[in-house]
């Protein structure tokens, strides 16, 4: 079945493409999920809750804004970071029986935060392509320096230095000393 037709049925509400999902695109998911969630359960679970979004923020998705492969593998990433910080939370609470402040930023935080992000996005459009993808597969997927120089057909040494070229470049570009 083609990713037209899945989206299109997922679309309709129809349950063939909630089935055409996970049979074509639940290895690209799990993939994603892996490298955060490191009980089996916890990924088959999250899994279910990203398979979820996608049913409920279908009509989200649209197609000139990015790819399809994009667009998945950012709700998978966003469950389990979600499930992983529900899972910090309830261990936390768990261990914890004081009343704590809020995790929430303050209005000031947040607009560093925006600022800080948008300077990351500018410094990451000066990198290149294969620069890009190492930094995302490391720092946005969570993938573990010995997946990442397996499957790039590296040697964890060298993905090593190069993320640390990257980092220092990075901060260089950011205003940063640059120092790592």
């Not at 609470?93 to 935060?113: A, D, G, M, N």
């Amino acid at each position: 079945m083609s990713q037209e037709e899945i989206i299109s049925l997922i679309r309709r509400r129809d349950e063939r493409g909630a089935q055409a999902l996970l049979i074509h695109y639940g290895p690209l998911m799990r993939y994603v999920i892996a490298p955060i969630l490191r009980d089996p359960q916890d990924r088959e679970e999250c899994l279910s809750e990203a398979l979820l979004r996608v049913w409920d923020k279908i009509a989200s998705y649209q197609e000139e804004l990015g790819s399809w492969n994009a667009w998945l593998t950012a709700l998978a990433r966003n469950a389990a970071l979600d499930r992983a910080r529900q899972l910090r939370r309830t261990d936390a609470t768990q261990e914890l029986s004081v009343q704590l402040p809020s995790p929430e930023p303050t209005p000031e935080q947040e607009i560093l935060r925006r600022e800080q992000r948008d300077a990351l996005h500018r410094a990451l459009g000066q990198l290149s392509a294969a620069e890009r993808v190492l930094f995302y597969r490391k720092y946005y997927y969570m993938q573990s320096t010995e997946q990442i120089a397996r499957e790039l057909g590296m040697t964890p040494r060298a993905v090593e230095g190069r993320l640390y070229r990257l980092k220092k470049r990075l901060r260089h570009a950011m205003g940063g000393d640059g120092h790592a």
